[in-house]
């Protein structure tokens, strides 16, 4: 049957076959359309054989499908054992060149690799359940053994090795204190908050990705939200993989850096490797101002412009894929994730010279724009050296840091005193009227219990010392709630703005949020004239605040600075607007300089491994011509894809070479070790690596019976392309 180009649906005895053309065709349109499911398709082409429509049609069409992607899988299978024969396959096997294909003559770099991870729970699937009459709950999920798996996919009992750490922890043994955004997040919630709703069964996926885009680990979330073991377990992996000084980006980085050093299993590993966590450069503006000095990327020497923020882009495109995943079997949704991703892979390591033209170009324009602004600033401020703005840096960092110590407000003393006041005024105003008189008696004993609790033996009156102190921590508290209600007002207006002008959202969406955007607007206005009479009651009055001037803030730590009660912090050099603004500049250019150093590293590693990787694949070719022709065939086919990226990223590299302000070292150089070499690298696979199995790749035998199975599927295969 399959010489005649087709599939049939049975093992043993088909009724029906489908045409290895249309299953060809459906592969390469849901790889680029992730959405299109099997359905839709077959229903397509019903259409245009104008035949009806039946059910059966679709249960036929995935059986066959699943037949074809296992030969495909098969026949990548003993390609790969050609192309990449060495022991490394297994830590290199999705490795980015430009991350990882290490050159001679290097510059040093701090980190070796910055890399971003999150979690994303779009791609869920429901777990077919039914009550019995006893009011059990059992699975009605067809049976199917199938596993797939891949290179950069982590099982659930990889994962389950780091599921206690967090448990395990005791604060009096903590090594590293507590984030001070722990309540900001609801990821860094308590492990026990993290649940979901128990109709699904994988509750989405965790990924980490390489700034370039390509996924480098994967695992599912199982019955659970963003679970502590997922980080973990990826980043323990990454740590194998690519080795000393990386730089990993995370929404939660900061409260995650202390899980991850506290962790028995992963924290003397992370500290001996010298690996390093930081927050993303989006969300981190919604961090508090001490988190941001210590976690934001702008102010971690040696993360250069990345903003860690590739999971979000990711997860932007492969939300497509929740179509057809949320009612799929445990295997069709993992072979339909894994396929997705293995052409993503492909596509990102087609793009990494353009990655790199466009984050040359935004270098080198930001030290042009940044070094005059720069020089015109620190003349304004009559700023000689650039070590001032280090030095502001830790000073506020310092003062932040001791704002924790300042002295809390009495709780009790402050309601004592809100309820005589209450006292007061109603006895002023309703002395005579028979609620009113109830209401007084109401707030008296309510005083009185409050005196019982303080130990008071005498009612305060209005110019005791009590009553003074406790009136300025009310006037303390009401205007500390101000500045939180203002901050959260101006933070849903900030997302509002951004995924008002995010791709693919509708017309109707963008309307809604430009309505709300408008009430915000207005609830913030109210908000500034809360702030501002709260303000004029503190002793010393706080200066008001400007509604034009808070509906243009991006960064909220001016909300940090503003919190302070003692109000010491205006009486610091680096607290003024023009300082600030002058110290942001500066870091920005340290950035934009080390960007310059990272790109033309990344160039030369790719340009580099195009060359290396396509002498390998020519030299296989060769080989497989002399033993093996059919399986050759296969290669030169392969080799085709590659050739064909390849024309379009050395034009670019040819581009970024010629940009006026390029520093770095034309023309490929020579790798760096000759045990890492192209016989033990796979970039991203190929496109059809999606459904490869980790176990099977480590087999260096094999099953004989298998290949010589696969030989014959070879052969067939190769008859019906030709």
């Not at 599921?163 to 090594?175: G, I, L």
């Not at 005193?417 to 002395?431: A, D």
């Not at 703005?497 to 693919?504: D, E, N, T």
Request: aromatic share 8%; hydrophobic share 40%; net charge positive.
């Amino acid at each position: 049957m399959m010489r005649h180009g087709f599939i049939g649906t049975a093992p043993l005895h088909p009724t029906s076959a489908i045409s290895i053309t249309m299953l060809e065709i459906y592969r390469t349109l849901s790889n680029r359309c992730p959405s299109l499911s099997i359905q839709a398709f077959v229903r397509g082409a019903c259409d245009l054989q104008k035949v009806a429509y039946k059910g059966g049609m679709r249960k036929a069409f995935s059986q066959a499908f699943d037949v074809y992607l296992e030969i495909l899988h098969r026949i990548d299978q003993q390609l790969d054992r050609v192309l990449y024969s060495s022991t490394l396959l297994t830590k290199l096997h999705s490795a980015c060149p430009a991350c990882a294909f290490k050159v001679k003559d290097e510059p040093a770099m701090k980190f070796s690799v910055l890399m971003a991870m999150d979690g994303n729970e779009s791609l869920k699937r429901v777990h077919r359940t039914q009550t019995t009459i006893d009011d059990v709950t059992v699975s009605v999920e067809n049976p199917d053994s199938r596993e797939r798996g891949s290179h950069f996919f982590m099982g659930a009992d990889d994962v389950n090795v780091f599921k206690n750490e967090v448990k395990r922890r005791k604060p009096a043994k903590a090594k590293v204190k507590d984030s001070p955004c722990v309540d900001r997040w609801s990821n860094l919630a308590a492990e026990s908050n993290k649940k979901m709703c128990g109709i699904f069964e994988e509750t989405g996926i965790f990924i980490s990705a390489c700034r370039h885009g390509i996924v480098q680990q994967l695992c599912d979330m199982i019955r659970s939200g963003e679970l502590a073991k997922y980080p973990l377990a990826l980043l323990d992996r990454l740590m194998e993989s690519f080795g000393d000084n990386i730089l990993q980006g995370y929404d939660i980085g900061c409260g995650f850096s202390t899980t991850a050093n506290n962790s028995g299993l992963l924290g003397p590993k992370l500290r001996a490797q010298r690996c390093r966590l930081c927050c993303n450069a989006f969300h981190g503006h919604a961090h508090c101002r001490l988190c941001q000095l210590r976690w934001h990327p702008l102010y971690i020497k040696g993360a250069g412009l990345e903003d860690f923020e590739t999971c979000e882009r990711v997860f932007s495109e492969s939300n497509k894929l929740a179509a057809v995943t949320r009612h799929a079997s445990k295997f069709h949704r993992r072979q339909a994730i894994l396929r997705y991703f293995a052409r993503w892979n492909i596509d990102k390591y087609a793009e990494i010279p353009r990655f790199i033209f466009g984050n040359y170009k935004q270098a080198l324009e930001n030290i042009k724009i940044i070094s005059a602004e720069l020089i015109k600033a620190k003349q304004a401020l009559n700023i000689h050296s650039d070590e001032v703005f280090v030095a502001w840096h830790e000073e506020e960092l310092k003062y932040l840091q001791s704002l924790k110590d300042a002295p809390k407000l009495d709780d009790l003393a402050m309601q004592y005193v809100s309820t005589l006041q209450s006292s007061s005024q109603t006895c002023k105003l309703e002395h005579a009227r028979r609620r009113g008189l109830a209401k007084v008696i109401s707030l008296q004993e309510s005083a009185e219990q409050l005196e019982e609790k303080l130990g008071i033996t005498q009612r305060w009156s209005e110019g005791s010392d009590g009553w003074k102190r406790a009136s300025a921590d009310v006037a303390t508290r009401n205007y500390q709630r101000a500045i939180d209600r203002l901050e959260g007002l101006v933070v849903q207006r900030l997302f509002e703005l951004g995924k008002q002008h995010r791709a693919q959202t509708g017309y109707k969406l963008r309307k809604h949020i430009a309505k709300a955007i408008k009430v915000r607007s207005r609830a913030i206005r109210r908000a500034i004239k809360k702030y501002n009479n709260a303000a004029a009651e503190m002793t010393p009055h706080r200066p008001p605040l400007e509604a034009d001037d808070v509906l243009n803030y991006v960064f909220l730590a001016e909300f940090d600075l503003l919190r302070d009660s003692r109000f010491e912090v205006h009486k610091k050099a680096w607290s003024s607007p023009a300082a600030r603004e002058a110290s942001v500049a500066y870091f920005k250019l340290e950035r934009s300089q080390e960007e310059i150093i990272r790109l033309n590293v990344e160039t030369r590693r790719v340009s580099t491994f195009i060359r290396d990787f396509e002498e390998q694949l020519q030299d296989c070719v060769r080989m497989l011509g002399e033993t093996n022709k059919l399986l050759a065939h296969q290669m030169v086919k392969r080799q085709a894809l590659f050739v064909a990226l390849h024309r379009v990223m050395r034009a670019r590299i040819a581009d970024i070479e010629l940009l006026p302000g390029f520093t770095g070292t034309a023309g490929p150089g020579t790798v760096l070790h000759s045990t890492d070499s192209t016989d033990a690298f796979l970039p991203v696979g190929n496109d059809r690596r999606g459904e490869s199995d980790s176990e099977d790749d480590g087999d260096e035998d094999g099953d004989e019976e298998a290949d010589q199975a696969t030989d014959e599927v070879v052969e067939i295969y190769t008859i019906v392309e030709d």
